[in-house]
């Protein structure tokens, strides 16, 4: 192509798009001045025009201009019906190229004379498409083929066309930058001179057949694991022509044919889509141009689909697939923490922190097509959603309307997921062309759901990945190994063991995966959701408090907290409510059964705790607390510190004991892909027995509301909403070895352990403050200018947009990067709804000395600490007599009577403890809930190999946890 074409192909293209961008411009201008109806035929008149231009300049230049009209013409879901009723001739045939050219191409590419091939050629082309025409012929041995040739100089025009359409592109980012489409061209510009090559699509094509288990179009006969489509076989191929089986069928879009065979529509393309399915969920492998012109429906009964044209075929990575298919998963699932993680493992980056919009605009994927008559409704509909997401972005952020026309919420869009986005669009439109109506969520999730658990071995030992490479600390943890892959996958889903003896770890051992639907394996950072755990790490708190002299134990709640008063709740002191004899054990159960997520509201919840009314006078009985007790400490904590929660952890607990990014009570964003997911062991569930109802807990723990109550949790807690809330009696996201340390720290009367250094990646190295970078700063970096502020804020009442960094030191007025989760280098926090408490309660951190000069050795100043958690010395009198539990802390008995161990365990299995007299501490996390039977035996072996004795509650006749049976078929034979 001379330049002389190329200079003009480029001015007709820029004058083309400069024309019809002005005429849109006009028409707004001019329609403010007319009534509703008037507008709607001025902007109709308006997309005739501009459509017909359109069509013009695609027919004159061809090339990949063609490729996008066929595209547009697929949208009836989106575009105006005009554009559509004039490209829909795209899809059937361009001017043909001369048959000298054709026949010059296929004999300089096979070799031989054209008598030399074929008994017969068709000299009428069937179809004559952007990059080549396919005509019909016999092969000299009889095969009826058709035999596509590529036309003579495209791929010059291809090339060109595509550096046309990037400056387009690029001048319509910076016209109209929320309309930024530049991933959308870069993936097209790297993947579409893959089909000027036959001798790739023939292998694709080959590839494709294979995986989806093609059967011959003369074979009916049903066969396993395999699709009820057709693809043809591929003859011959070099790198312009391309030789396949012939196959006598309708084209898709030709309505009248199809109706007259009587084929069903709604089946036809719900076939397409399971292969669309399988290719993408399945094989990792799938066609990125499934336009009505690549399809065929075979003429013979059973009418199956033929898919064609595999030029444009993209090879995804296994974790890419799997992050596919977790997106999906999360959407049909309503899982907002899935989704999040899912976008950090496909490397989507947000710069925005706001779950529900992304929920939503993830939703617009996979939502069931409409057939092309609700085009108009829908795409109003999607146009109002978008716009209310917009004006709330813009008054979260006060972005005034030309900042808010520049801003763009998606900081990186990884190329994978621009032509997987392209291929749902184009099935979306192919969809709307034969007026059916198709329910992707269904018929898509079980190739999603086989994406991730076909990834899953169901033996740990033919999986070297169940276990976590990371050393063995001892023979013991060698022997705990081993232990777990006995127990395998049925009983184990993911799992984390940490322990320390005399201060050094001893065990630091991960397994398993990261859920049932994220085949991703456990590592040591791993978080997990411990449930009542999370009360133990509580009730440190407040005794660091009274440590200090900042409150007493005997103390009355009310001369701390003066609203606690009201109510008959004047004669509360502190030790009853760690002691669980405050009388208020089902305090927060009305809220829970209007409306659980209720709970996510700190304030409020703190209010109607205060507000709540005694069921016993204090000091009366022990009651387990399951709820109650976190926000009566809680309340306690933040009016004798003068400081939020979260903000006193990170002070008091986590930033001493070098746990940064491992320990959580409503977690933060940007930690979502290192979460684990909740799931149930239902053997456990069915087996569990329903015992006598017992005096120590709740009415809503006993054994007859168990059931429905653990088939709740995991659904409940699994939200990101209660994730990132503030529930210090339930709501604790931690690792064991993180869990692990605490406790050591504990039981050495606060004495800080030597530090960690056994695993990977190193404890503390996840220091996370979110950064949330200001509009300036954005721009500045959109200028390729490095420029960070910062700033911080102590409000606990007040939503406010703040910056803040993440690991870094500041060095001559510069920032020096350390160890940080980089995808949210430039995340911001526009949080609303439940779940706001972490960016808006508390700024993490805030308080922390980033040079670590306030290092400290130890956390408590009081040797004997651990006293006062168990309720024994001169703390006895502050506990109910042979109560379950201390100060806070759940009082763990060894066989000879003695206490000497405490700790706190969780519904499920998740449970941290430690032994005083022999220096040893011990936690495990697991996201497969089940009651006890797992932690029972991995505490069991590790305490006898270690010559600790055995506490009562972890042995066969034992029981801990709030109701967790560590052996509920001994108790209910007893």
């Not at 090339?159 to 309309?179: F, G, R």
């Not at 669009?425 to 709307?432: D, H, V």
């Not at 408590?860 to 502050?878: C, K, Q, S, V, W």
Request: aromatic share 8%; charged share 25%; net charge neutral.
């Amino acid at each position: 192509m001379g330049w002389g074409n190329i200079y003009r192909r480029r001015m007709k293209v820029f004058t083309v798009a400069l024309i019809i961008y002005l005429d849109y411009k006009a028409v707004q201008k001019r329609e403010k001045w007319f009534s509703r109806g008037k507008k709607a035929i001025l902007l109709e008149k308006a997309h005739e025009r501009n459509a017909k231009r359109v069509l013009s300049l695609i027919i004159e230049l061809e090339g990949l201009w063609v490729k996008l009209g066929q595209y547009l013409s697929t949208r009836a879901d989106v575009l105006p019906e005009a554009y559509i009723s004039l490209l829909r001739q795209l899809q059937d045939s361009l001017p043909p190229r001369p048959l000298k050219e054709v026949c010059q191409t296929i004999e300089k590419e096979l070799g031989k004379p054209m008598n030399d091939i074929f008994f017969a050629f068709v000299e009428e082309p069937l179809a004559t498409a952007s990059i080549a025409q396919v005509h019909r012929a016999t092969l000299n041995d009889m095969r009826e083929v058709v035999v596509k040739v590529q036309h003579e100089g495209i791929k010059a025009v291809i090339l060109e066309d595509l550096k046309n359409a990037k400056s387009i592109v690029d001048w319509i980012a910076w016209a109209e930058p929320q309309y930024d489409l530049s991933p959308l061209i870069d993936e097209w510009c790297k993947e579409s001179p893959n089909e000027l090559d036959f001798n790739r699509e023939a292998e694709n094509t080959r590839s494709v057949s294979k995986n989806l288990g093609c059967k011959s179009k003369h074979d009916d006969t049903s066969l396993n694991n395999s699709l009820d489509v057709l693809i043809p076989e591929v003859i011959q191929s070099s790198e312009k022509v391309l030789v396949l089986e012939f196959m006598d069928g309708i084209r898709l879009n030709d309505n009248e044919s199809l109706d007259a065979l009587g084929i069903d529509k709604q089946k036809l393309v719900e076939e397409i889509t399971r292969a669309y399915a399988h290719q993408i969920y399945v094989d990792g492998f799938f066609n990125g141009d499934p336009h009505p012109g690549n399809f065929l429906v075979s003429k013979d009964p059973p009418h199956r689909p033929v898919l064609l044209d595999f030029g444009l075929t993209k090879s995804i990575s296994s974790s890419m697939k799997q992050a596919l298919a977790k997106m999906f998963l999360a959407c049909a699932e309503g899982d907002q923490v899935a989704l999040l993680s899912a976008f950090a493992e496909m490397g989507l980056r947000l710069r925005l922190d706001m779950p529900e919009q992304a929920m939503e605009a993830a939703n617009v994927f996979f939502r069931t097509s409409t057939p092309a008559n609700e085009a108009l409704e829908n795409m109003k509909s999607l146009n109002n959603q978008r716009t209310k997401n917009m004006k709330f972005i813009q008054e979260k952020m006060k972005l005034g309307k030309k900042e808010m026309k520049r801003f763009n919420p998606v900081d990186a869009f990884p190329g994978d997921a621009v032509i997987f986005a392209r291929v749902l669009n184009l099935l979306r439109g192919l969809s709307a062309t034969l007026n059916v109506r198709i329910v992707y969520l269904d018929i898509m999730r079980p190739f999603a759901e086989s994406a991730l658990q076909g990834s899953i071995k169901t033996e740990p030992m033919v999986n070297t990945q169940w276990i976590y490479d990371t050393p063995v600390q001892s023979d013991v943890e060698a022997k705990l190994r081993q232990l777990l892959i006995e127990l395998g996958t049925d009983k184990i889903l993911g799992i984390q063991v940490c322990a320390y003896k005399d201060g050094k770890v001893v065990i630091d051992t991960a397994a398993g995966m990261l859920g049932r639907y994220d085949p991703r394996p456990v590592q040591p950072d791993t978080l997990f959701p411990v449930f009542s755990v999370t009360k133990g790490i509580t009730s440190g708190l407040l005794h660091w408090l009274v440590d200090k002299g900042k409150l007493n134990l005997e103390e009355n709640v009310s001369n701390v907290w003066p609203d606690f008063g009201t109510n008959g709740k004047d004669l509360i002191k502190v030790h009853h409510v760690l002691n669980h004899t405050s009388g208020l054990p089902s305090a927060m159960h009305d809220i829970m059964k209007e409306n659980p997520l209720l709970i996510c509201d700190w304030n409020e919840s703190l209010n109607h705790i205060a507000m709540s009314n005694p069921e016993t006078e204090p000091g009366y009985k022990q009651i387990y607390h399951s709820l109650s007790f976190g926000w009566l400490c809680g309340g306690i904590i933040e009016h004798a510190s003068g400081k939020g929660f979260q903000e006193l952890l990170e002070e008091v607990i986590v930033h001493p004991l070098n746990i940064e990014g491992e320990l959580y009570i409503g977690i933060p964003p940007g930690v979502e892909s290192r979460l684990a997911t909740l799931s149930l062991d239902m053997v456990d569930l069915k087996n569990l027995p329903i015992n006598k109802n017992r005096e120590d807990l709740p009415s809503t723990l006993q054994s007859s509301n168990i059931s429905e109550l653990v088939t709740t949790i995991p659904v409940l807690f699994n939200t990101l909403a209660i994730r990132r809330a503030i529930i210090p009696a339930a709501n604790g996201h931690c690792s064991a070895r993180a869990l692990a340390r605490y406790y050591a720290a504990l039981s050495t009367g606060g004495l800080v352990p030597p530090p960690h250094t056994t695993s990977e990646p190193p404890l503390g190295s996840h220091t996370h403050i979110p950064k949330f970078p200001t509009l300036e700063t954005q721009k500045k970096k959109n200028n390729k200018k490095e420029v960070v502020t910062q700033k911080k804020t102590h409000n606990n009442n007040t939503n406010k947009l703040t910056t803040n960094h993440d690991n870094t030191d500041i060095e001559k007025g510069k920032l020096k990067r350390k160890n940080s989760d980089d995808n949210y280098d430039n995340y911001i926090t526009v949080t609303n709804g439940c779940g706001d408490d972490y960016c808006t309660n508390n700024n993490i951190g805030s308080s922390r000395n980033d040079k670590r000069e306030d290092t400290v050795s130890r956390i408590f100043t009081n040797p004997r600490i651990h006293d006062a958690f168990m309720g024994i010395g001169n703390y006895e009198n502050l506990v109910f007599p042979n109560g379950k539990f201390g100060l806070g802390f759940q009082r763990l008995s060894s066989r000879d009577g003695s206490l000497t161990s405490f700790g706190h365990s969780g519904i499920g299995g998740s449970t941290g403890f430690c032994n005083i007299k022999h220096g040893f501490a011990m936690a495990v996390t697991v996201n497969k809930m089940s009651f006890g039977s797992v932690t029972r035996s991995i505490i069991q072996l590790v305490c006898s190999e270690l010559n600790v004795p055995l506490p009562k509650e972890y042995s066969n006749l034992g029981e801990n946890g709030e109701f967790m049976q560590l052996n509920s078929a001994e108790q209910a034979s007893e």
